[in-house]
């Protein structure tokens, strides 16, 4: 939908896989950069405090392998994922609007969470809800909430996948509308 909005000019810019780096490594500077200062200064007061060497620099070590962990281990998901959705067009459309419909609901829901917590700052709104919203929601456990979301998603959206036969339901007829 972007890129028809913008008449089709953001593929020009980018016509090799390489040049696709360049543009992963600002959105990663966008997204771990808190967690880095984070750790940056965390080592920083650890290393003032006449800790050794190897004390402060296990902290970045082990930032890097759980971050390597994970990146591996999303992008496993992710070739899986993307074998299987791959694998027919009616399985990239069913793969699609499950993604793209989840991705809005989390959207939605961090971002509701943040300007709410904005405006009840700024306006000065008190109350349970509020209270609840600027100091008991952990952003921790509102990851794992996340996670969850995208698994209980996914797996429900392959039984439904499979009780609802929707391949054998709708695939002949996509079949017909090609041919």
């Known amino acids: 939908m972007v890129n028809r909005l913008l008449g089709g000019r953001a593929q020009r810019f980018i016509n090799h896989s ?3 780096y360049p543009l992963g490594l600002l ?3 966008g997204f771990d950069t808190a967690s880095e200062i984070g750790l940056l200064a965390l080592t920083g007061g650890v290393a003032t405090g006449g800790v050794s060497f190897w004390a402060v620099i296990s902290l970045p070590i082990l930032f890097a392998a ?10 496993a998901l992710m070739t ?17 609007i499950t993604t ?3 991705s809005v609901a989390v959207a939605l829901l961090v971002g509701t969470i943040e ?3 904005v405006l009840s700052n700024k306006l000065g709104w008190h109350g349970t809800f509020f209270d609840f919203l600027d100091q008991r929601i952990d952003f921790g456990v509102l990851g794992y909430v996340i996670v969850s979301m995208f698994l209980v998603a996914w797996l429900g959206s392959v039984v439904v996948w499979k009780i609802r036969r929707i391949e054998q339901r709708y695939g002949d007829r996509l079949a017909e509308a090609e041919a």
């Open 27 to 29: 959105f990663g500077l």
């Open 100 to 102: 793209t419909g989840l």
């Open 80 to 96: 899986k994922a993307y074998g299987w959705a791959f694998a027919s067009p009616l399985r990239k459309i069913w793969y699609n």
């Open 66 to 75: 759980g971050m390597s962990l994970m990146d591996t281990t999303d992008g």
């Open 115 to 117: 300007i709410l917590q």
């Open 18 to 20: 390489w040049q696709l």
